[in-house]
């Protein structure tokens, strides 16, 4: 097997979460002791924008790698979050759903909760951290038609572009739900990397538009960060899709056909 390169998936840090979100929430206490662990292993943080560098064959990485990423745009990302990154020096990348920064959060599907606004996306930048698309109203994608599917992908890329001034190329699947169609339109869209979540370890072998990640929860303890930093503890990807996986996307399309999109908790 291709060396393992941990991807985590944070959503919100802090102590007191709306409880749609708490299961993925982790405390600043957890948080900062996890980074410390990941500083003491050795490994060598970077953005995902690195990771798919090496995927193409264009940079090298350093011996050991890490990446972590944060989904969403909650409000301790531009603040405190940032912050304990920066201290520590670690890069990171961050995937905005853009529909939940707008102060209106018109059609947004996910629940209210306390989010930072587009506006502060620069700011994640002067962090150091790297700005990534998570779709407007955070769709389960693999259930969407064409027409909705690409509004989703371009839509929110468009708005990041216009508040960052430049180009934004990496994405996040919302609950890392993907298919063959889905990972082709991303493509035109002009992605040109995109995480999914599949609960493994990445490899220099994996699929830049099916990236691995560990996703973090409030029962993860340092323990658990110090042996997927040893490349143990998760499956490494490149992987088939099982076929759980495949029937849950069938029902959950089913079910969007009959209900319309909604939030898949």
């Not at 939940?100 to 306390?114: E, F, K, Q, T, Y």
Request: hydrophobic share 45%; aromatic share 6%; net charge neutral.
């Amino acid at each position: 097997m291709a060396a393992a390169v941990p991807v985590l998936l944070y959503h919100a840090v802090m102590e007191d979460p709306p409880e749609w979100i708490a299961e993925f929430t982790v405390t600043p206490r957890a948080f900062a002791e996890q980074l410390d662990a990941i500083v003491d292993s050795g490994r060598t943080p970077v953005p995902v924008s690195a990771l798919v560098g090496r995927l193409a064959g264009r940079v090298q990485l350093p011996d050991r790698p890490v990446v972590l990423t944060f989904d969403d745009g909650f409000a301790d990302l531009p603040g405190p979050t940032a912050e304990a990154l920066a201290g520590r020096s670690m890069p990171a990348t961050a995937y905005l759903t853009t529909g939940a920064l707008d102060p209106s959060g018109d059609g947004c599907l996910l629940p209210p909760g306390p989010m930072m606004t587009l506006a502060q996306a620069p700011l994640l930048e002067q962090y150091g951290m790297e700005v990534g698309g998570h779709t407007v109203t955070h769709a389960q994608l693999d259930t969407l038609s064409g027409a909705r599917l690409r509004r989703e992908l371009v839509d929110s890329k468009r708005a990041l572009e216009d508040v960052l001034g430049h180009g934004v190329t990496h994405l996040a699947y919302p609950h890392g739900y993907n298919s063959g169609a889905v990972r082709r339109a991303a493509r035109d869209a002009g992605y040109e990397s995109a995480v999914a979540v599949r609960h493994a370890l990445s490899s220099l072998r994996d699929e830049p538009f099916r990236i691995a990640r560990l996703i973090l929860r409030r029962h993860h303890t340092v323990r658990d960060v110090e042996r997927w930093m040893a490349g143990e503890g998760a499956p490494g990807a490149p992987f088939a899709d099982s076929l759980p996986t495949v029937g849950w996307r069938w029902y959950r399309r089913a079910r969007a056909a009959a209900r319309g999109p909604v939030f898949a908790g």
